[in-house]
């Protein structure tokens, strides 16, 4: 049986030293800001409906839809969920295609096709099968799901806007970087791919507020 490695305060310290030691740029981060967040999140359906919320939209926004979502039904569980009719869950802020998502979500989970409880002692290659059966649930999706709500360590979501722009920043690449180049360049930052994707993101977060753009 797989038994699952999750992230902890202290393979964290443990992994940012790791990174700090093989690249400059993650120690300058670091010295600079200091440990990235955890960015913990609990397992189950309201996590992975928020995550689904946050497709190709900013956090805020989805994060404002997650909480009327959340105001309304004040239980969010996949019986809950599907009391809400299109109607509703526009006036929340849910799209057409996410709607269809969050109910495709919440069908296989009540019809017993997906069980979130016995996913989390799988391996990632299982837990990534699984979720992507699921209509609206790609590599990203499961990607942020593995990294903050399972803590693997060794993710990394290679279709995240954010890390592109902050790896193109931080290393003064003269383009974005792709999917395909991140994922090629995040090979490097094995075992700890989790950790380095929360260095970036720190970055990102903060490159307005104390650190110069670096172009």
């Known amino acids: 049986m797989f038994i699952s490695q999750s992230l902890t305060q202290e393979t964290l310290a443990r992994g940012l030293m790791e990174l700090a030691s093989r690249d400059s740029d993650f120690a300058r981060v670091l010295e600079t800001?200091?440990?990235?967040?955890?960015?913990?999140?609990?397992?189950?359906?309201?996590?992975?409906?928020?995550?689904?919320?946050?497709?190709?939209?900013?956090?805020?926004?989805?994060?404002?839809?997650?909480?009327?979502?959340?105001?309304?039904?004040?239980?969010?569980?996949?019986?809950?969920?599907?009391?809400?009719?299109?109607?509703?869950?526009?006036?929340?802020?849910?799209?057409?295609?996410?709607?269809?998502?969050?109910?495709a979500l919440a069908n296989v989970i009540i019809n017993g096709q997906l069980d979130l409880v016995k996913l989390e002692t799988m391996d990632e290659t299982t837990i990534r099968t699984e979720l992507k059966r699921i209509k609206g649930i790609g590599d990203w999706t499961v990607d942020i799901y593995l990294l903050m709500a399972l803590q693997r360590p060794d993710v990394f979501p290679k279709g995240d806007l954010a890390l592109a722009i902050a790896l193109q920043k931080l290393k003064k690449l003269s383009v974005r970087p792709t999917p395909e180049q991140l994922e090629a360049i995040a090979e490097n930052w094995r075992p700890w791919r989790a950790i380095a994707a929360r260095i970036l993101w720190h970055y990102y977060l903060n490159i307005p507020k104390t650190l110069p753009s670096q172009t």
């Open 33 to 103: 800001l200091g440990s990235p967040p955890m960015w913990e999140r609990k397992a189950g359906f309201p996590t992975l409906v928020r995550i689904i919320l946050e497709q190709q939209v900013s956090l805020a926004s989805a994060k404002a839809i997650y909480e009327r979502l959340c105001a309304i039904v004040v239980t969010l569980t996949p019986e809950n969920f599907l009391t809400l009719d299109d109607v509703q869950l526009k006036a929340i802020g849910f799209s057409r295609q996410k709607t269809v998502y969050g109910r």
